[in-house]
């Protein structure tokens, strides 16, 4: 198993610039959450799913979407990107919350 | 806002001695896990303690929950160089995972 992967590892953005931040795990996890780090902090939540067809909000998902089309992937979409952007993305899957989650490498994200 | 909030912020130890870090929460919880974080690397799952237990031993780690106190506390016994990390503690409230800002461990060898 691969487990939960991540694309890319690196990014520079521009200002005003959209992109899509890749994310999939081969587990059959029903549950997949996006989040963010920033520098001396913990994580915190974007948006979460638990399941296919199924996604919602957690404490920071201004200028972030989601979709979850297969229980495989779960891709978060930057609209317009911003400085405050510059972070570093974690992607997380599980079997539901009452288990652990397994964390990509994460994404390392500089917004210009 | 952050729902954890871990104790202390960083931590400096020689190798051998225990290592203890707090972790206060805000809401009620379904359960509450310890991470790891190695510098640069994605989190590492060491720990989960339900909201009806109270305490929880996995190898030399060891962890506590009061839920009176909306607390937690982890020991690491017998300290090795390799566990110097940051070690989050996150709350599951209704599917919304909250972490704490982290304790900052370093073992010196």
């Known amino acids: 198993n691969a487990g939960v992967t991540q694309t890319p590892k690196f990014q520079v953005l521009k200002t005003g610039q959209s992109m899509t931040l890749q994310c999939a795990q081969d587990?059959?996890?029903?549950?997949m959450s996006w989040y963010r780090q920033d520098p001396g902090m913990g994580l915190r939540l974007i948006h979460y799913?638990?399941?296919?067809?199924?996604?919602d909000q957690g404490e920071v998902p201004n200028g972030y979407n989601v979709s979850r089309s297969t229980t495989e992937d779960f891709p978060l979409r930057l609209l317009s990107a911003a400085p405050s952007q510059t972070s570093v993305y974690f992607c997380?899957?599980?079997?539901?919350?009452?288990?652990?989650?397994?964390f990509g490498p994460g994404t390392r994200l500089t917004v210009l | 806002s952050q729902q954890g909030e871990e104790d202390p912020q960083a931590l400096s130890i020689q190798e051998g001695e225990n290592a203890t870090m707090n972790c206060s929460y805000k809401?009620?919880?379904?359960?509450l896990q310890w991470y790891r974080q190695n510098s640069g690397r994605g989190l590492v799952h060491l720990i989960l303690?339900?909201?009806?237990?109270r305490e929880k031993h996995s190898g030399r780690l060891r962890v506590t929950l009061d839920t009176s106190k909306k607390s937690s506390s982890l020991l690491i016994t017998a300290s090795r160089a390799a566990d110097t990390a940051s070690y989050f503690c996150?709350?599951?409230?209704?599917?919304?995972?909250?972490f704490g800002a982290g304790t900052r461990l370093t073992v010196k060898p």
């Open positions: 997380a899957s599980s079997f539901d919350l009452l288990n652990e989650q397994f």
């Open positions: 587990m059959n996890h029903e549950y």
């Open positions: 799913s638990v399941g296919a067809g199924i996604t």
């Open positions: 809401t009620s919880i379904n359960n």
């Open positions: 303690i339900r909201s009806n237990e």
């Open positions: 996150a709350t599951d409230h209704n599917n919304d995972m909250r």
